[in-house]
């Protein structure tokens, strides 16, 4: 059952015609994250990789692609967790940076803190030497069109969100055993400036612990803080829950307590697995045994051989 790499591309509705370039995304990410897996490398080491792939790639909602706040500035939140120390680390309203799922995991390394926030974050990235980038290399077409779309006087920026999600995240079990998280986003569309959600803090955004397995969340991040979405899942498999029992326990209890709808991807100690929804679609792929596996809508679930590249 080990090495295994579970990755999302965020909980929403995939426009049409972005679904394919969304799938290939994801794809692609699992394939690199299970050959470091493969080659003996980190949990830690795939999970990351996974998560650079999709804040370069401009289809989903992280580095490059993130979707702008209320002034047109991207503003991104990332979290990485160890599972064997339980150590994370986390970078919250970063700006200016290609990819913040790295920042964070140098103030888990470099640090003795978990999260850094703002113009700590970016000054922190300067001090490690992480290049700054300019704002304009981050901002796609797409996003500054959805940026003007909720300007207008009656939009609904939440409700448009729930449209069009596209945060990432990876969980894997390496082939010691040890288990990681890593999640990354540019946020809500038109969020406050300053506003920190879900994906930056611990046991909300993902989390990681050996002893349980690993969860990455996406979808509403105000209602992921409320319950506390990865940790309450693996509350659950603490309990005796499968992994997939577990993450629809936590979602549905989100769902019903405070309305709101997301997405996960779970693993455990063994190496079982899930992705799972109550948004109408989330792009997930998974690699375990040679084999790669993904999805977009409820109940979709593809197969094919790690090597085939189409
Ligand atoms: N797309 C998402 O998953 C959004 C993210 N959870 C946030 O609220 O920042």
């Not at 370039?21 to 994250?33: E, F, I, L, Q, W």
């Not at 919250?92 to 640090?111: F, G, H």
């Not at 409320?226 to 829950?241: D, P, S, Y």
Request: hydrophobic share 40%; glycine share 12%.
């Amino acid at each position: 059952m080990l090495p295994v790499v579970v990755v999302h591309g965020g909980a929403g509705i995939v426009p049409r015609e972005r679904s394919e370039k969304s799938t290939s995304g994801v794809c692609s990410a699992a394939r690199a994250a299970y050959a470091i897996l493969q080659g003996g490398g980190s949990s830690m080491d795939a999970v990351v990789e996974a998560v650079i792939q999709l804040e370069k790639n401009p289809t989903f909602n992280a580095g490059c692609g993130s979707v702008l706040n209320a002034k047109g500035d991207v503003e991104m939140d990332a979290l990485v967790m160890d599972g064997k120390t339980l150590s994370s680390g986390a970078v919250s309203a970063v700006r200016y940076i290609a990819n913040p799922i790295q920042l964070a995991r140098l103030v888990m390394e470099e640090t003795s803190h978990a999260c850094l926030t703002a113009e700590g974050a970016n000054q922190f990235a300067q001090a490690m030497g992480v290049p700054e980038i300019p704002q304009e290399s981050l901002i796609t077409e797409y996003s500054r069109m959805r940026w003007i779309k909720n300007l207008a006087p009656g939009a609904n920026p939440v409700e448009s969100q729930m449209g069009k999600m596209g945060t990432v995240g990876a969980v894997a079990v390496d082939s010691e055993g040890n288990i990681s998280c890593a999640t990354s986003t540019g946020g809500m569309l038109n969020k406050m400036e300053g506003r920190v959600g879900d994906t930056s803090c611990i046991g909300s955004g993902g989390y990681a612990d050996n002893n349980l397995g690993a969860v990455s969340t996406t979808g509403a991040g105000e209602a992921i803080m409320k319950v506390t979405l990865a940790r309450l899942i693996l509350f659950h498999m603490e309990r005796g829950q499968s992994v997939e029992a577990a993450s629809d326990l936590g979602l549905a209890y989100m769902k019903s307590r405070v309305g709101g709808l997301g997405g996960v991807v779970t693993v455990d100690p063994q190496g079982h697995w899930a992705a799972r929804f109550s948004s109408l679609q989330m792009v997930w792929a998974a690699a375990q045994k040679d084999t790669l596996h993904y999805g977009l809508y409820t109940g979709e679930h593809f197969t094919q051989s790690i090597d085939d590249q189409h």
